[in-house]
């Protein structure tokens, strides 16, 4: 009888523990609709949890430099992709006024659109004007 009875409070405890997860998974499609990704993160098929380590979405802090260079390799892999810019000083991952050391967001933004720094400024041409 004890058997039976530490079986049946483990298979409801089971079950218990299952459903409180199952309503605490988050809804990434709903995520996805109010968090909207790049377009080539979107082709990617990248969803929260490429970027954000944290298990529950409200707890998802702020990305930093280091989170996107852990894909996009170091500030010198992403500025040498624009070193044709270097020639004119125009890099703006190479800058003059921050070399390496401009922080990601200071120009780019996943969930909302992008900025450019340097046309704060000064005045950029259109290839410059958005920012990806």
Known sequence: MK???????SLLSLAFSWSVTAEETPNWD?????YTLKPHHKE????CVMCHSESDPADYEVLETENCLSCHG???????RLKFMDAN???PHNSFHDRLDLDCYEC?????PSANLCAKCHKVDN??????
């Open 3 to 9: 058997n039976i009875l530490v079986i049946f409070v």
């Open 30 to 34: 709903e995520l996805a609709q109010e």
């Open 44 to 47: 990617l098929k990248f969803d």
């Open 74 to 80: 170091s500030a010198q892999k992403v500025a040498d």
């Open 89 to 91: 000083h125009t890099n």
């Open 108 to 112: 780019h933004a996943e969930h909302e």
């Open 127 to 132: 290839w410059m004007s958005k920012v990806p």
